[in-house]
């Protein structure tokens, strides 16, 4: 059959669509398409061959999207690729390709992971292990990561010590309860936690003091 057009689709400039023979045959994206001319003729089995490398090219551009927003493991392109009816040779050939290139790395994403969870919302590494774990990583990858990067008490410090400003003026014994129970909802057992309430609690009385004798002078 023969090439007697080539349009650009015009709700999607990065595909194109091809007519065979004065008529619409099938889209293929532009990188697929960019050696064909009008005038060529095409076999079936060319023809074929064509849609297969673009079916194989829509799935890696759905990939690249769905990677844009933010790092992702390769469970979840996994999943957002087969949940928008990719096949699923095609996906596994996808997720392949993504790592070649270095785009999804699982150990990278468990380490951006744990670093943006220590800086923003601190948790222990039991609650780090979970919400990996969810993420589709392997218990060989979460485990080296925690080891390398978390420093358990280090973090239970830092939550308690953003939480804490909310429980100022609290006696000891409310402050202990809502501390200990915040520090326990993120994880952190109660050999962790009681000495980390206590030095926290310290630290508030301390800097109570000193603010108290500034006023005074």
Known sequence: MKITAIEPQQKNPRRVNIYLDGEFAF?????????????????????????????????????????????????EVRQNLTKRGCDETLVEETISRLQRAGLVNDEEFARAWVENRSAFRPRSKSALRME???????????????????????????????????????????????????????????????????EVWKELQTADAGSTSDNED
């Open 27 to 75: 889209g293929l994206a532009s990188i697929t398409a960019a050696w064909l001319r009008t005038g060529q003729e095409l076999s079936a089995e060319k023809i074929a061959a064509l849609q297969a490398d673009d079916a194989r090219e829509t799935t890696y551009q759905k990939a690249l999207h769905f990677l844009s927003y933010r790092p992702r493991s390769s469970r």
């Open 132 to 198: 990996l774990r969810q993420k589709g990583l392997s218990d060989e990858i979460v485990q080296s990561v925690l080891d390398e990067t978390v420093d358990e008490q280090a973090l239970a410090f830092e939550a308690a010590r953003k939480q804490a400003r909310r429980y100022a003026g609290l006696e000891w014994p409310e402050f202990r309860q809502k501390l200990g129970g915040f520090l326990a909802r993120r994880g952190f057992s109660y050999t962790t936690l009681a000495p980390v309430v206590s």
